[in-house]
């Protein structure tokens, strides 16, 4: 037989039962769909569990400090740069550090020399801030080069700068050994260190970072805009309650506190992703069992015309010849609920065992999943039953056994 006749009469097959061939059809693309969408709604829930337990295991507490009112005759700061004293002392705080920072140092022109000469592109816009002396502590980044300042140079309201890695690479400067000098609002500071490896706010990367006191004397940076904490894992939720009373007392709500999200919220929201993924997959999987079942009592309609038209011969009524089959395909769906629960009980059970996990079984589910199979199997026993029904009892006994 040539190629083309086997396809023509391939094709010929498929179209003489259209229905049988859509159900069949449809039962494949269900069954290439199921899997798609397990990969697929896996990966996507996979990756939202993950980012929430990236939420959870988040230590970073962060207080932001509105900033002063120019007409506030109360000169006193909202927070001042010692409060990160207290905040450290308290329960589960690692490290803090508070910064301040202004729209008229955000950006600055810096150079690494004090030579205007033509062409020469050592300067640079950044912003310089002010921070206490735990500050890469608090940002958990690493001295590249050099020291940090420390309470001496404080106390001494030394002209001393540390600068972020990316700051220092754009001026120029990679060792420090040589006490380098940066310039910037008229006056030169010594570079003792560079900051690096910055995880949080790294927009100090390209920033030059002062002491609080050279800030307030040469810079006006008097007031603290933010407090960095970092907190051991759990703890976080009962600092950020905690530290905006330690920075100021009194005046606590005036603070802005930014926290990783509350444990048992998380807890819900993965909760609802695994539940929402497993109902995804469980109710296409009982479309294709429907499909199935459907395919197969349309196919024994098919078989069996001979033995309906016999039925209606001897006097079946409609009804009772779409009972029948209607019948049949809900013992199917119930017997196929039965072992299904049955199966999916033990695989639970052998994958807690063999994970050492302990099982947890939902028993209204457990129990319920005969009586949803049955009900599937009668969804899908409804067109194969009526189309049964349908047949002429003089047709079905002239069709072919």
């Not at 920072?101 to 030579?115: E, F, G, H, K, M």
Request: hydrophobic share 50%; proline share 5%.
């Amino acid at each position: 037989m040539d190629p083309r006749d086997l396809w023509t009469e391939a094709l010929a097959g498929v179209l003489a039962r259209p229905m049988r061939s859509a159900l069949t059809t449809l039962g494949t693309v269900l069954g290439i769909t199921t899997l798609v969408i397990t990969i697929g709604v896996a990966s996507t829930a996979g990756n939202q569990i993950v980012g929430r337990f990236d939420a959870l295991t988040a230590t970073s507490v962060t207080v932001k400090v509105p900033p002063a009112q120019p007409d506030s005759a109360d000169t006193v700061p909202l927070v001042d740069w010692s409060g990160t004293e207290a905040v450290r002392r308290l329960a589960g705080v690692e490290s803090a550090a508070a910064l301040g920072d202004s729209a008229t140092t955000n950006s600055v022109q810096v150079r690494a020399n004090d030579v205007n000469a033509p062409g020469d592109t050592s300067g640079q816009t950044l912003a310089v801030v002010a921070a206490s002396a735990g500050l890469p502590a608090a940002v958990r980044g690493t001295m590249t080069a050099g020291r940090f300042y420390d309470a001496g140079n404080l106390a001494r309201h030394d002209q001393v700068v540390v600068l972020g890695d990316q700051a220092a690479r754009l001026l120029g400067i990679s060792r420090v050994e040589d006490a380098p000098a940066v310039f910037f609002k008229g006056q030169s500071y010594t570079v003792i260190g560079v900051l690096g490896g910055i995880e949080r706010e790294r927009r100090l990367s390209t920033a030059v970072i002062v002491p609080p006191t050279t800030g307030a004397d040469r810079l006006g940076l008097r007031d603290v805009s933010l407090v960095l904490v970092n907190t051991a894992l759990g703890a976080a939720e009962q600092v950020a309650r905690q530290a905006p009373i330690a920075l100021a007392p009194g005046h606590q709500d005036s603070l802005t506190v930014v926290a990783p999200p509350d444990l048992s919220k998380a807890r819900d929201g993965v909760q609802n992703d695994v539940n929402g993924l497993f109902l995804v997959l469980g109710l296409v999987s009982l479309v294709v069992g429907a499909i199935g079942i459907a395919n197969v009592t349309l196919v024994t309609v098919m078989e069996r015309v001979g033995e309906i038209g016999l039925r209606r011969a001897l006097g079946a009524s409609r009804r009772q010849v779409a009972g029948q089959f209607l019948l049949e395909s809900t013992t199917i769906g119930l017997l196929g609920g039965i072992v299904g629960a049955a199966l999916g009980i033990a695989v639970v059970v052998c994958v807690a065992v063999v994970k050492q996990w302990t099982p947890v079984l939902d028993l209204t589910l457990a129990f319920g999943a005969p009586l949803a199979g049955a009900l599937v199997g009668l969804l899908a026993g409804l067109y194969p039953s009526l189309r049964a029904a349908r047949m002429e009892p003089v047709d079905a006994l002239r069709a072919p056994s």
